[in-house]
């Protein structure tokens, strides 16, 4: 992790009486200069008092060069935070730029200048009132407007997931139109930033569904980008329905549909291997080789992000888990032998409750052993990098389920 302090303000002390401005950013360096031209202009217009920029940028390419450049040319005080080590997504971003903050009141947008500047004083308006912590801008407010998503389709899944967010948070969300916004003004202190468990970009959803807070909305109209191209993709999608439900049920919520799609798989292969006339038990056997191979690298790239950093190296983990699952399957599979042959069981339906069976030990085992913060009496990566360990009671809270 790589800081760089482009402005001489001192962020030891914190102040009541500005705004940080914490801008997350991947690959925008085009879109820099045009940003902080429009910040300034509306700090001048507007005389909302104090303001800092503070980028936390997780790119590969020259955007953090691109910065030191604007902010060399700029009076707004700028700053910027490379991180090698992007934890946590563009939440995590956030996340780490509230911590460097010089002020309570953080205000969160994006860098691609969807989110226009100039709303910022009507959200600071509104905050200065002193009854919310919480002000958001909306898209979906009366007077908001989200045209600026590229298309049809991404309205719809926009508008669907806004749906089922606000469904499944139907308390923590009362009075919010817009939980998926990344354009917001909050008051750090009314956060419990150490309890944040960033896992992708839709951080005030991880903020409002943690602890109840006062909102306020106002509406705003989503821009088209300035310039480069959108970072929503499938992938992010995937990992927003995890957060979802990790965040509704718990992780093992997350590891059951990661298991699911699993059996969904085991269940598939099986039936077509048969189909071609492979007898059920070496079926049985390929169809649980490929989905243990698959279902580990959903575990280890979704369900169990946050965690690889503490557990020691992927290989292990793998071994742990590969080994695990195959002793697993030499029950199991002589189980599926007795359900048809003894019982007189089709096949796949006796393999489908052999999976649900093995459900509950295979999430145990990898939630306190496969993914187990390894320390070997040193700091772990985690506690090395952000202060903070996997505690057994973080652990024991997972499998208890995080309803909230």
């Not at 960033?198 to 509406?219: D, T, Y």
């Not at 496969?370 to 090395?384: E, H, L, W």
């Amino acid at each position: 992790m790589v800081l760089f302090l482009i402005w001489g303000i001192s962020v030891s002390r914190l102040a009541k009486d500005g705004v940080s401005v914490v801008v997350p950013t991947f690959n925008e360096g085009p879109n820099i200069a045009e940003l902080v031209r429009r910040l300034d202009a509306m700090r001048v217009e507007a005389a909302i008092g104090e303001i800092e920029v503070i980028f936390v940028d997780d790119s590969t390419d020259d955007t953090p060069a691109v910065i030191a450049r604007v902010a060399a040319g700029t009076t707004l005080p700028v700053r910027v935070l490379h991180r090698d080590d992007p934890r946590g997504g563009l939440g995590g971003a956030v996340v780490e730029g509230m911590r460097m903050a010089q002020f309570d009141w953080c205000l969160v947008m994006d860098g691609d200048l969807q989110h226009p500047p100039e709303i910022i004083p009507t959200l600071v308006e509104r905050a200065a009132a002193g009854d919310v912590e919480v002000v958001i801008a909306s898209r979906y407010v009366d007077g908001g407007d989200a045209g600026g998503l590229a298309n049809r389709v991404r309205t719809g899944v926009s508008r669907a997931s806004t749906a089922l967010t606000r469904a499944m948070f139907p308390r923590k969300l009362y009075g919010c139109t817009d939980p998926m916004t990344g354009f917001f003004l909050v008051d750090r202190a009314s956060i419990d930033l150490d309890g944040l468990q960033p896992r992708g970009f839709k951080i005030l959803l991880e903020i409002l569904a943690r602890r109840q807070q006062r909102i306020a909305e106002v509406p705003f109209e989503f821009a088209e980008r300035h310039a480069g191209e959108s970072k929503a993709s499938f992938a992010q999608g995937i990992r927003f329905l995890v957060q979802l439900t990790m965040l509704r049920f718990g992780r093992m919520s997350a590891f059951a549909i990661v298991g699911g799609l699993g059996a969904l798989a085991n269940l598939a292969i099986m039936a077509g291997l048969t189909a071609l006339g492979l007898e059920y038990l070496w079926a049985a056997i390929i169809a649980s080789e490929v989905t243990i191979i698959g279902n580990f690298l959903l575990l280890e790239y979704v369900v169990f992000r946050d965690l690889r950093d503490s557990s020691g190296r992927m290989r292990s983990r793998f071994v742990k888990s590969f080994t695990f699952n195959n002793a697993e399957a030499i029950v199991r599979i002589p189980l599926i032998w007795l359900l048809v042959e003894g019982a007189g069981w089709g096949s796949v339906f006796s393999a489908a409750v052999t999976l649900v069976l093995a459900f509950v030990v295979r999430f145990v085992f990898h939630a306190l052993i496969v993914y187990r913060p390894v320390t070997d009496g040193r700091p772990s990566p985690m506690r090395a990098k952000t202060g903070s360990a996997v505690s057994g009671a973080k652990l024991r809270d997972e499998l208890e389920g995080d309803v909230l």
